[in-house]
């Protein structure tokens, strides 16, 4: 077998993100056949013995994937672990017993849809825009949106010294206190909606992640999970180009 970056080994085995990995390995958390691990390590998964805190790590076989559509409420934090936060969308995942993790984020007074896995090479298909996998969200904010604002959010913006590709945003509904905007994106910078809107001058007050591509809500309810359906797995798969059989 090819030998890979060890974060990428994490990722792929459902453990953590690479950014989460590559933390573990500089607090000396990982070892490599009994050795400690270095940043930019390569492992061959078949032969090397891989350990996080000093219990083995084995790559997932392809039936052993566990895919988690979950609706998350305000006031969890999308994190499998932090000592600061005192409440986690793992926490919410009652009765599942393999480790998972999410597939990107939402920040801690967002809500919505949200998907977790331990499919590493799934995760980070989804995450990456080259796939166009859309994310949409309902936005409300305060007050009515104006023609100029609405032509402000759909530029191409300047986030965090980086140009963001053009969000497509709608108006879904709106009053005179309050609009309610429909956003679909392709990439999702951090916390990037709630930037866009203050480049815009606009407050928001509810954001809620409603679709990712053709997986919906539906009828679960606010801090409830279910399974992915075989057949979202398989569109899934086909939405990012990932292989049949694997």
């Known amino acids: 077998m090819e030998k890979i970056r060890l974060q990428k080994f994490f990722t792929d085995c459902g453990i953590m993100s690479r950014r989460a990995a590559e933390e573990e390995i500089r607090h000396g958390n990982v070892t490599v056949n009994g050795h400690p691990a270095e940043i930019g390590t390569k492992i061959d998964p078949s032969r090397d013995r891989v350990t996080y805190k000093g219990r083995p790590v084995v790559m997932p076989r392809a039936k052993d994937f566990v895919y988690i559509l979950l609706n998350k409420p305000r006031g969890y934090a999308t994190t499998t672990a932090d000592p600061h936060e005192k409440k986690c969308v793992l926490d919410l995942l009652e009765g599942v017993k393999t480790r998972v993790y999410p597939v990107g984020r939402l920040d801690k007074v967002s809500e919505g849809l949200l998907l977790l896995t331990n499919d590493g090479e799934m995760a980070n298909r989804l995450t990456h825009p080259k796939h166009s996998v859309p994310k949409i969200y309902r936005v ?82 606010v801090g409830k999970w279910r399974y992915l359906e075989p057949q979202e797995i398989e569109y899934l798969r086909r939405a990012t180009q990932m292989p049949a059989k694997r």
């Open 140 to 221: 409300k904010v305060d007050g009515a949106v104006t023609e100029q604002q609405l032509n402000t959010l759909t530029s191409p913006l300047v986030i965090d010294g980086y140009t963001i590709e053009p969000v497509e945003v709608e108006i879904h509904d709106m009053t005179d206190d309050t609009t309610t905007l429909t956003f679909t994106l392709y990439e999702g910078r951090n916390r990037q909606i709630r930037k866009m809107c203050e480049q815009a001058a606009l407050t928001v007050r509810r954001l809620n992640r409603v679709a990712i591509g053709k997986l919906k809500l539906g009828g679960l309810g």
